[in-house]
C-alpha cells in the first residue's frame, strides 16, 4: 500500500508514474508552446505556456550537444536569445521548457557544418547531416572502407548490439566503470565481445532490458532493432516530466501496447516521424 501526505501550501499539479493530483479546478494538461531558430551563430526562440503565460529563467535548458549553454531570455516577453561558438562541425541544439505542473517540451535544431559527406554512400542521403553529425561525434562509424573509402549502409538495419554501443557513446556512459554484476542474460555468451560491456553498462542503467524466451531473460544481440524498441530506449534517456502526445499514423494500432506512449512521445517533439 502507497501513503502520500502533502504538506505546505501554493498551487499546481503533482504527477506520480499515472496518478495526477491537482488543486486546480481544471488540470493543466498543455504542454510549452516552444519555437525555435538559427541565424548565422544565434540563438532565437519563443516560450509560452496556456496556463502559466510566460515562463521563468528556472523552466528552461539550453543545451548544445548535450551541454548546457549560456542565455539571454526575457520572462516578460518569453524571448530567449543565445550566441554559439562555431566549432567546425555539426551541432545539435535544444530547447526544453517544463511548466508549474511538470508538463514538458523540447525542441531542437541540427546546425550541419558545410563539407564533404561523413561515408560516401551518404552524399545524397536524406539522413546525411544526421549522420554526419554522429558521425562528428564518434556515435557512429563506417562499415567498410574500400578505395579509400568509408561507408556507412544507410539503408541497411541496426542490431540490438550495435545499438546499445551506440547508446552509450551518446550519452558518454564509460561501459568499463560498471559491473553489471546484477545483470544476467541466458544468452549473454551469443553478444560479440566488443558489444558486450555496453550491452551490461545500458541494461544495468535500465535502458535497455532483455525479452522472456524458453531460455529465460535473453538479449537477442543479432536481432534488428525495431521503431517501438527504439522509441522505448529513447525515451528512457529522456528526463522526466508529463508529455502527452496522438499517434498521427494510419498504422497506430499496430503499434505494440507497452511502446504507445513512448511512440507518441517522441512523435509529439519531432524525433520520431511516419
Same mark, same amino acid.
Given at each position: ?5 502533502? #504538506?505546505? @501550501? ?14 486546480? =479546478?481544471? #488540470? ?8 525555435? !531558430? ?9 516560450? %509560452? ?29 518569453? *524571448? ?12 545539435? $541544439?535544444?530547447?526544453?521548457? *517544463?511548466? +508549474? ?5 523540447? &525542441? @531542437? ?12 554512400? *551518404? ?15 564518434? &556515435? &557512429?562509424?563506417?562499415? @567498410? ?5 568509408? %561507408? ?5 538495419? $541496426?542490431? +540490438? ?7 552509450? +557513446? %551518446? ?29 551490461? #553498462? ?34 528512457? !534517456? ?5 508529455? =502527452? ?8 494500432? =499496430? *503499434? ?14 519531432? &524525433?520520431?516521424?511516419?
Amino acid at each position: 500500500m502507497l501513503g502520500l501526505r502533502i #504538506a505546505g @501550501s501554493g498551487s499546481g499539479s503533482l504527477w506520480l508514474d499515472q496518478l495526477l493530483l491537482s488543486r486546480e =479546478e481544471t #488540470a493543466d494538461l498543455e504542454a510549452p508552446v516552444l519555437s525555435l !531558430t538559427e541565424h548565422e551563430g544565434q540563438i532565437s526562440a519563443q516560450v %509560452w505556456d496556456l496556463y502559466d503565460g510566460f515562463l521563468q529563467e528556472r523552466d528552461l535548458v539550453l543545451t548544445q550537444d548535450g551541454v548546457r549553454t549560456d542565455f539571454d531570455y526575457d520572462p516578460e516577453t518569453g *524571448v530567449l536569445r543565445a550566441d554559439l561558438p562555431e566549432t567546425g562541425r555539426s551541432r545539435h $541544439v535544444m530547447l526544453t521548457a *517544463v511548466d +508549474r505542473s511538470g508538463n514538458r517540451n523540447s &525542441v @531542437s535544431l541540427l546546425i550541419e557544418r558545410e563539407g564533404d559527406a561523413a561515408f560516401a554512400d *551518404v552524399t545524397d542521403h536524406w539522413a546525411r547531416s544526421y549522420v554526419d553529425y554522429l558521425a562528428g561525434l564518434g &556515435v &557512429v562509424e563506417g562499415k @567498410s572502407e574500400a578505395e579509400g573509402l568509408s %561507408w556507412y549502409d544507410p539503408n541497411g538495419t $541496426v542490431t +540490438r548490439a550495435e545499438f546499445a554501443v551506440m547508446l552509450c +557513446r %551518446w550519452l558518454g556512459i564509460d561501459p568499463a566503470e560498471r559491473t553489471a554484476e546484477a545483470v544476467i542474460f541466458a544468452d549473454e555468451a551469443d553478444i560479440p565481445f566488443w558489444a558486450r560491456e555496453s550491452v551490461l #553498462a545500458a541494461a544495468e542503467l535500465g535502458l535497455l532490458q532483455g525479452s522472456d524466451t524458453d531460455r529465460g531473460l535473453c538479449f537477442l544481440p543479432e536481432d534488428a532493432l525495431t521503431r517501438a524498441q527504439a522509441a522505448v530506449i529513447l525515451s528512457r !534517456t529522456m528526463p522526466g516530466g508529463r508529455m =502527452e502526445g496522438d499517434l498521427p499514423y494510419p498504422d497506430a494500432g =499496430e *503499434v505494440p501496447t507497452w511502446a504507445r506512449s513512448y511512440v507518441a512521445q517522441l512523435s509529439f517533439m519531432g &524525433v520520431m516521424n511516419g
